[in-house]
Nanobody, 125 residues
Framework: QVQLVESGGGLVQAGGSLRLSCAAS????????MGWYRQAPGKQRELVAAITSGSSTNYADSVKGRFTISRDNAKNTVYLQMNSLKPEDTAVYYC???????????????????WGQGTQVTVSS
């Protein structure tokens, strides 16, 4: 089993900053891509940013130049530095990981649907 635990959400004024963290744990052999998604009330979950094992990154147009994704492979952790926050960034932020992990059978299996529990980010105007 693999667990993703997020932290760092909260309430911030427009123009402020927050840093989200997501740590993966469990019987992990390797982690491929990791990413952050968000879901605002009444909207679909959307990709915010993603990073490969080689640290190539991809961002939603709405956050380019304001958000930075990074990872610490030694700690199996991904970060999202969010600057110049806007009220429209308000959402629940979820961490996602593509992981090769040992299953209860003892074999290793790759899954891309590991999710964290979500952390609320609220930006006030």
């Amino acid at each position: 089993q693999v667990q993703l635990v997020e932290s760092g959400g909260g309430l911030v004024q427009a123009g402020g900053s927050l840093r989200l963290s997501c740590a993966a744990s469990g019987s992990i052999l390797s982690i491929n891509a990791m990413g952050w998604y968000r879901q605002a009330p009444g909207k679909q979950r959307e990709l915010v940013a993603a990073i490969t094992s080689g640290s190539s990154t991809n961002y939603a147009d709405s956050v380019k130049g304001r958000f930075t994704i990074s990872r610490d492979n030694a700690k199996n952790t991904v970060y999202l530095q969010m600057n110049s926050l806007k009220p429209e960034d308000t959402a629940v932020y979820y961490c996602n990981a593509d992981v090769v992990a040992r299953q209860s059978s003892g074999s290793y299996y790759r899954r891309s649907d590991y999710w964290g529990q979500g952390t609320q980010v609220t930006v006030s105007s």
